[in-house]
Structures are given as C-alpha cells and as structure tokens.
C-alpha cells in the first residue's frame, strides 16, 4: 500500500511513502502526527520562511513515522472555489504557489526527506476525477497550470505524482499517465527532470500506453494493471527492457537520494550533507510552531469597530466573552480526504480564550447554530450487547453463506473496522441503546457498500450496489450521510449488516457512521440561548465555518453557502451586539451575506491541531493576524468566474484560458468599470493586520542590461499605526499599453512578485521585491517562451485592488526557443546524488 520493495542483495531497503499535505502519517496509523493548518493558510502568510519552516517539519515527522517520500505538496491551482480540495491547494495564483511549493520542497529535501510533487497536471477539480478530460489550450497550460511544476522541478524536486484525470492540449487527449507529450515531452526531456514520476493510487489503467507515457512507479502494488501485465508486456515486445531501465534508474535515485540504497560495503547511512536534523524533534517546538503559523495566516478581513485585539486585553482589564457556533465548540481543524491524519493534539477555543482572557473575565460558550446534517456519534456507553447483555455493541463476522467466523463485543467503535480477512464478506452490528430519557430520539447508521439497517424491526436502510475502489477515489466512505429514524420508549434495537469492501490497492475496511441525537433544545432555541449571551456580553465572538461533510477530498462544493443555519446565527448576534468578531473557520471560499452587518471578520482557515490556541492568542493581542488572501473571495455566487467543474461529456473545458482566479475579476473590472455590481467581498492579496500602512516610493533596481531577465522593485513603506506589524509588499505585473488589442488573451494585471517585512510603530523599511523573467514572457507553439515589446507597469500595493505605487519598465522583445536538454550519456550529478 505505501511501500516499495527492497533488494536486500544491492542494499536496497524499501522505500516507504505517505500521505500530506497537512502532516505525516505513520503508514500503520499506530501513532499521532502533528496536523498542521491547511496548504491554503500557509499560502495566506505569503511568506516563504514560513513555507520552509513547513518543509522542516514535513522532514522531521517523516523520520518520526520512518516514511522517505511524502506525498506533498500539491500545486494545482484554485481554479474554482467548490473545488472540493481547494483548501489543499496553496492559491488561485501560479507564481505565489510555486514560491510556496519551493520553500516547502526544498527545505524537506535539504533534511533528507523526499517530496512528491501532486497532481501533474490540470486535476483542478474533484467531480468525475478519475474519468474528466481537462481540455486546455497550450499556452494555458505553460504560463499557468504547468508554471508551479516547472519552478519545482528547476528547484530539484526528486519525486512528482500523475493525476487521475486526462488532458487535451489540443494535440494530444490522453489520460496523464499515458500523456507521452506531456510526462516524458515536457516533463523529462525538456525541464530536465531526473526524479521519480509515481502513479496516484490505482490511477494506472494501462500497461504499455503508461510505460511509454512516463510513468515509472505504479502505486500501489503489486495489484493493479502491472502487476501481471509488466512482464507479459515486455515479453511480447509491448515494452522494451530499455524502457524499464530509465524507470529503475529513477527508483535507484529516488532511493539513495533518502538514504534507502546503501550498497554492500558502504556504511554510509545518508548522502553527503543529508544527515537527520533536530530541528522539531520535541513536540514543543512542533506546538510552537504550529501554534504561530495558524495565528499568522489569519486574515483579517474587515475591522471597523476596532476590535482587534479585543477591548482592554492588553490592560488586563476583566472582560465577558460570549464565544458561539458551532464551530466554536467543535472547530473544522482539518480536511476531509487522504491528507486526514491523527493529531498529537487538539487546542479549542474555549479553554484557550479562558486561559487567555485577563484574571475575572467570564466566557460564556454556546454552540447556537447546527452546521452538520449528520447526528452526533452514537455514545456506545449507551449500549448493551442484545445477545450477552454486556455493555457495548455486538459484532459479528460472516462468510459468503452467512456464517458467523468470529463474534465479540465492542465498547468502542471509530466509524471503521480493517481487521479483515479475505473469507469475511459481511459484519453484522447489533446493540440495544438506551432511549430512556424522556423525548424523541434519532438513530442511524451511514454506510457505503450492500447493506440493510433495522430498527425496532423496521428496515430504515438498505442498499445493493456493491463498494469497489471507486468509494475511495470518489471519498464516499469517508462522510457517510446517515440513514435515520426517530425513537421513543426506553430502548430500541439497531441492527446493520454491512459489506466487507475489498478494493483493488487497498486494505479491507467495513464503514459504519453510527449516530444518535438525544433529545434536547430545538435549534431555534439554540438560537435564542446564543443571541441571549449576545446580549449579555462585552465582546461576541462567533465562530463559523464549513465542515467535513464540505470540504473533503472525492467530492466538490455543490454551493458557497455556510452549512446549516450559521448565516441566521451571525444576524442575530450582530443585532444584539454591535461589539462581534465573526471568525470563520474554513479552507475554501463560502459567502459572508451578512458581511456589511459586522464590524470584525477574521478568516482563521482550517487552522489544524493549535486552532483554538492560535485564535486566542489573535483575539488577545499575542500574534497579529497577518494573512493575506491566496483567492479571491466573492460575494455573490453568481458572479464567480468558474462556478463549477462538471464535466460536459467527459470534459472540463477550460475556456478562461488565462484569466484563472483574481484575472477573471480584473478582466471584468476593466471591461465594467468599478462600479460594476459584480465585485468581490475581498480582493486577491487582502489583508488588514492590525496596523496601517503607507507607500510611500518605489523605484527600479539597477535596470539589467537586458530588462528582459527581469527587474527587482525596491518599496519604501511606512508603519503609520500604533503597533508593530508585517506588511506583504505586492508587485503587480501590467501589460504595454495596446496589449489588449495585440494580445487579447493576456491578463489585464498579475502577480508578479512579493516580499514579507516586520515594522515597528512609525518606522520605514525598504523591501526589494523580484519580478522574475517569467513573469514578462508568453508562451507561444512555434517560438517558445518570448517577451513582447513595451513599456510594462510593475505596481506595488497591498492587494490586487489597492494598487500605490507604480514603477515603469521598458522592455525589448526576447525569444528563448524551448529545447530539450542536452543529456550526458553518463550519469550527470544533482546535489551530491548519481
């Protein structure tokens, strides 16, 4: 499942690999991992040394788990905002994603540590993933959707991943693992790229189209299409002995690249300059770390009332709280999907804002809003075994004739049973759960796969189609909606009898989501309890967001809207108390309707294990809240530039072309005007802190001799407010004048370049700011990367819509005809490694 195999006779050990982005888990699952915040809150800090600090720590728990190859980071692009991975994306923006995806790669790889670099290339969207054809236009796919990959593989990335999806560049429509164009065309032969090409799971379809595509590693094994197909392939001449070598040639390299091939003889445990660091060793530096890094990547969007940090904190002055939402009793730490990991820990907010607030405050907490459509788990304390009367769940294992193998009883129960054998092909879970306290009951069971679920003898389920590999590709076991029925009385009898999946590459696994909802407060009254602390309080903070039935891996967003009744939440307790702080606790874009109604909104992410940590130390004045958005956010769902990715016949169409993200909205601002109705709720690059800012010059760097190898931008700032803060000094690309009638399809601006600076109180820094080559150029079929003539506008600012300073670059036109590299017939060398 995540190993590849040693030959013990060479001193090759196998190479072990795991899932990222948002930590490393121990491939057995039998330990904890530190969970980190989302990839889209690493980007929000735009600051590479974090980035670094996150490829470290990548390093340092791989060793922990012993993993060599993580499968991180993944820089496909923020291409529309219900993409149901958004939040393991870094940013709608190529160049902000690949200074991100860098850091990231290259401090890991520094420390030993291998990263895979996913998804190559286009698998932007999760609907139909397996099966879609992303139909790009090559330019498109050069100057935006393949630019992170290239920068990476300029950086020296030892590992890249294939999609699932396919791709039309308009000569060649292949899945990507058999794309030849593009995986051994442009990958290989041109970038120069030695590493390992390593299939996603179960993504190989084919034997020979594959091979010769330029896959190296299907994974994993030994099911799958070349389990028995490699051999018989290379026996009938479908693949050549020559073909195989490069691809062993990759392995090897990948394997003494991370310390797995140490032939006979040498005792050398690492490559040169390779060796384990200390760096995160104990879980306080990981806290620590952690704990910055989500304070750092919050966003703050508005804050009229200047609540920021709350009123009196810093005198120590008592203050009462009330903290609400649901997400503020149960926060959203992390994504759905394969980048789920156990965490070392978990902070909420609640203890940590009690922790923080001043000696005599008072927190009130109320949940106030329902955001999950499922009940809460069912507490299996509540139960009894019906056959031995012991407390617990009866579970039994059955054969193909319905017979029981095995039988016991469980008193705890996580959603998931793996201890399978290939003769158990139904569990049967039965238990009679307590319902005596007075009121109705809600009971259920979700499942993936054949199965029938009863209750009190009255079948409430049931289902025939049968679970393959396609649940996991698809994440359908990993959300189960339940099946319910409402109960009275003092106990009811829950009986389900589930399938055993086996799917191809995977472990066995029988899913059973088992849920009960106690009677209690409706959610009107829920809503009534918020609003009443509301009112009581000296500052309301409400906590809201979206949820893993939302946000996960295998499935996009149908809708931007907040889950449940959080929208009716936040009016209410903005009308009772004109001190709120909304914080919202979500990887991806969703609407704020009731955004013009609050004062204080934060954008605290998917914040991982230090979430209620890194809010508390926000709200009380510990750590600014620096973040800048990597997407825009919209306001309104109709004017979203890509409101889905459903594939029309098989294909995404990627008709925008250049425009992904903030250059749609641009195209359209400079198309409407300002006063167009369809503006964004926040612009790409946004971010207030909690100080001001002023711009105050910029000039140009000692113009190279040929401007068309780029040009860097020195910005002086000033800090105008109070406090110390960090400011992220934006430079925004803009075309020659004519350009739009020349070159229609270019971009009306984009990023270009950005740098990260800490000020004190009124005090200037000067920030030098790159724009790389890249940045000027185009991609065109016949001619290669080029750089049209004129005069480019580089302007700073603080977002994409709060441009200052403008600095004008004249450029002359410059052609680099692509070509692929020259390569020794011997073995080049790259860092030390043959």
């Known amino acids: 499942m995540w190993s590849t195999r040693g030959i013990e006779r060479i001193g090759l050990a196998p190479v072990v690999m795991s899932d990222g982005p948002v930590g490393v888990r121990r491939p057995d699952g039998s330990s904890s991992s530190a969970m ?222 991370v310390g797995r091939l140490t032939p006979p003889g040498d005792d050398a445990a690492y490559p040169a300059g390779r060796a384990p660091r200390p760096a995160f060793a104990v879980p306080e530096a990981r806290e620590t770390f952690l704990r910055e890094l989500a304070a750092r990547s919050t966003v703050v969007l508005q804050d009229r009332a200047g609540l920021l940090p709350l009123p009196g904190v810093e005198n120590r002055a008592p203050l009462r709280v009330a903290l609400l939402g649901a997400a503020a009793v149960e926060p959203f730490f992390q994504g759905g999907g394969s980048s789920f990991v156990v965490p070392d820990r978990l902070s909420y907010p609640a203890p940590a804002l009690a922790e923080a607030l001043p000696e005599g405050s008072h927190l009130d907490v109320v949940a106030g809003s329902r955001a999950l459509r499922n009940p809460p788990p069912l507490d299996l304390d509540r139960c009894t075994d019906p056959v031995t009367g012991a407390p617990g769940m009866r579970l039994e294992v059955l054969d193909r004739t319905g017979a029981v193998r095995r039988a016991e009883t469980r008193t705890r129960w996580d959603g998931w049973m793996t201890d399978l054998h290939a003769e158990d092909v139904t569990v049967r879970l039965s238990a009679r759960v307590d319902v005596a306290e007075p009121g109705v009951h809600e009971i259920g069971v979700g499942t993936v796969g054949v199965h029938r679920v009863v209750l009190d003898g009255h079948e409430i389920a049931a289902g025939d189609v049968v679970a393959t590999e396609d649940v996991i590709l698809a994440s359908a076991h990993n959300h189960p909606v339940a099946a319910t029925a409402r109960v009275t009385g003092s106990s009811a009898e829950l009986v389900a009898e589930l399938q055993v999946v086996h799917p191809v590459g995977y472990d066995r696994f029988v899913r059973a989501q088992l849920v009960h909802r106690r009677p209690g407060p409706s959610a009107e009254q829920e809503l009534d309890a918020a609003e009443q602390a509301a009112r009581a309080a000296d500052v309301a903070v409400v906590v809201v967001g979206t949820t893993h039935e939302v946000e996960s891996e295998g499935f996009d967003r149908t809708d931007l809207g907040l889950p449940g009744n959080q929208d009716e939440l936040v009016r209410r307790v903005a009308a009772a108390n004109p001190r709120t702080v909304v914080v919202v606790n979500a990887g991806a ?57 459903v594939p029309t016949d098989g294909v995404v169409d990627y008709t925008e072309r250049l425009d992904v993200g903030y250059r749609a909205w641009e195209r359209r601002r400079d198309t409407d005007g300002t006063a167009s109705r369809q503006e964004p709720a926040a612009p790409f690059g946004h971010g207030l802190g909690w100080t001001t800012w002023s711009y105050e010059a910029a000039e140009l760097l000692d113009p190279p001799a040929d401007p068309a190898a780029g ?61 790389p080559r890249r940045a000027l150029q185009t991609w065109d079929a016949h001619a290669g990367w080029t750089t049209p003539s004129g005069t480019y506008r580089l302007v700073a600012g603080r977002s994409v819509r709060d441009l200052r300073c403008p600095v004008d670059v004249p450029v002359h036109g410059a052609t680099d005809r692509p070509s692929p590299q020259e390569r020794s017939t011997e073995e080049h060398v790259q860092g030390g490694t043959p």
Request: charge should be negative; aromatic fraction near 6%.
């Open 36 to 257: 980190l915040p989302a990839p889209s809150a690493l980007a929000a800090t735009w600051d590479v040394g974090a980035a670094r600090g996150v490829g470290r720590l990548f390093a340092a728990e791989a060793r922990r788990h012993g993993v060599h190859l993580v499968l991180a980071p993944q820089v496909n692009l923020q291409r529309t905002p219900v993409a149901g991975r958004h939040f393991e994306c870094y940013s709608e923006d190529p160049h902000l994603t690949a200074e991100v995806a860098v850091a990231v790669v290259t401090a890991a790889q520094e420390d030993g540590v291998g990263m895979c670099v996913k998804h190559y290339v286009a698998n932007d969207s999760e609907t139909d993933r397996t099966r879609y054809l992303a139909r790009v236009d090559p330019r498109t796919l050069r100057e935006v959707y393949l630019a992170p990959f290239e920068r990476l593989v300029a950086a020296g990335a030892w590992s890249v991943m294939g999609a699932y999806s396919g791709v039309d560049d308009g000569t060649t429509a292949a899945q990507v693992l058999e794309h030849r164009p593009l995986l051994t065309g442009v990958l290989k032969d041109e970038w120069g790229f030695d590493g390992l090409v390593v299939s996603d799971w179960v993504a190989t379809r084919s034997v020979a189209p594959a091979v010769r595509g330029g896959l190296d590693l299907q994974m994993p094994g030994p099911d799958g299409a070349w389990g028995d197909g490699l051999g018989a392939a290379l026996e009938t001449g479908a693949v050549t002995e020559a073909d195989l070598d490069d691809k062993v040639r990759r392995l090897l390299r990948l394997a003494h690249r």
């Open 589 to 645: 874009p969703v609407l704020l309707p009731w955004l013009a109604e609050v004062p204080t909104v934060l954008w605290a992410w998917l914040p991982g294990q230090e979430a209620g940590a890194a809010l508390a130390d926000v709200l009380t004045g510990v750590t600014e809240p620096s973040g800048r958005l990597p997407w825009t956010l919209p306001a309104r769902a109709e004017d979203v530039p890509v409101p889905h990715a």
């Open 711 to 771: 040009a860097v931008v020195r910005v002086r700032v000033r800090n105008t407010g109070p406090r110390s803060g960090r400011e992220v000094v934006q430079v925004y690309v803009e075309p020659p004048a004519g350009t739009a009638v020349r070159d229609p399809a270019r971009p009306v601006r984009w990023l270009g370049g950005f740098a990260v600076v800490d000020v004190a109180p009124g005090g200037t820094a000067e920030v030098d700011v790159t724009v």
